[in-house]
């Protein structure tokens, strides 16, 4: 669940969990621009799909360890 905090200069700040934060960035990415409305940077975007990759790999490592298939080749058949 997401907690929203401020900081000791009053600036409001929004704590996401890997979940949430990872349906950001792709939400991001689909539309090219941030949550705020201003355009992505290709830093910034390259940043986001290296965050993406890195679930999705560790996803693969879970999943091949405890012998699961996982849930994208469960929808492909």
Excluded: C, W
């Excluded at 349906?23 to 993406?52: C, I």
């Amino acid at each position: 669940m997401a907690t929203l905090i401020e900081t000791k200069n009053g600036k409001k700040v929004v704590l996401l969990n890997p979940a949430e934060r990872g349906k950001r960035y792709s939400r991001e990415l689909v539309n090219g621009v941030k949550h705020d409305g201003t355009p992505l940077t290709e830093t910034e975007a390259a940043f986001r799909m290296g965050v993406l990759n890195e679930r999705k790999t560790q996803a693969k490592i879970y999943n091949k360890q405890h012998g699961l298939k996982s849930k994208a080749k469960k929808r492909g058949n």
